[in-house]
């Protein structure tokens, strides 16, 4: 069974532009969670979808959006990109909804803002 | 306020050593749960285990252990007779009862020399 796959591996931009991330869940899992591991940071909750709604946001900028489609995969969107965005943005689903869930996570996209 | 801490950085410890990773947690709420993830150099978070605030016993599985104590809101985890395949970064994670947020600590570095 395939795990939770994130595209691209790797996303070079630059200040100001746009960046897309994208990811597919594990089949089955209907929930979504995007978070941003800067350097000593530790991982910043950023988003959850489920069921194609947004259902909870962490403390980012509007510029950080995203959305979950029917078949449950989900972009990240961020714009006007800053240097401090760069960092690794994992994408991780969990089976269904609700605070016992363990999440299972992908290996990341790493963003690099020049 | 962080709502989970450890407070170790960085750790290195010579193979077979035994290590223990502090984790301390943050919440009013009465039914939380209580997670460690490992982050090896691949970059996937790996579901270690899960705790629910109900529960205290301490669990062992194999090498791993987990000492949970409500009383200091501590969730430690240790490693004995550590092999080099130890080696990654080891997260605490806390869930409340609302929101699916789930909080994530900083991370602890653990090297095993050989």
């Known amino acids: 069974e395939a795990g939770v796959t994130q595209s691209p591996t790797h996303l070079i931009k630059t200040r100001g532009q746009q960046a897309t991330l994208r990811c597919s869940p594990i089949?089955?899992?209907?929930?979504v969670y995007w978070y941003q591991q800067a350097l000593g940071l530790g991982l910043q909750f950023l988003l959850w979808?489920?069921?194609?709604?947004?259902?909870n946001r962490g403390n980012f900028p509007p510029r950080f959006s995203g959305r979950q489609f029917p078949n449950y995969s989900s972009e990240l969107n961020v714009n006007a990109l800053e240097l401090e965005d760069s960092a690794l943005y994992l994408c991780?689903?969990?089976?269904?909804?609700?605070?016992?869930?363990?999440?299972?996570f992908g290996s990341g996209t790493q963003l690099s803002v020049l | 306020a962080q709502k989970v801490t450890q407070a170790q950085t960085e750790i290195s410890v010579v193979e077979k050593e035994d290590v223990t990773l502090d984790c301390v947690y943050e919440?009013?709420?009465?039914?939380?749960?209580l997670f460690w993830y490992k982050q090896p150099p691949s970059g996937e978070l790996v579901f270690l285990i899960r705790?629910?605030?109900?529960?205290?016993q301490n669990e062992i599985s194999g090498r791993y252990s987990w000492n949970f104590q409500k009383s200091t809101s501590s969730f430690n985890f240790t490693i004995t007779a550590s092999q080099v395949v130890d080696s990654a970064v080891y997260f605490c994670?806390?869930?409340?009862?609302?929101?699916?947020?789930?909080?994530f600590g900083t991370g602890t570095s653990l090297t095993v020399i050989p």
């Open positions: 994670a806390l869930s409340e009862n609302t929101g699916n947020q789930f909080y």
């Open positions: 089949s089955g899992h209907t929930s």
């Open positions: 991780a689903s969990s089976l269904d909804r609700g605070q016992s869930e363990k999440l299972f």
């Open positions: 705790r629910n605030s109900f529960d205290e």
């Open positions: 919440t009013r709420d009465t039914t939380y749960y």
């Open positions: 979808y489920d069921e194609g709604e947004e259902r």
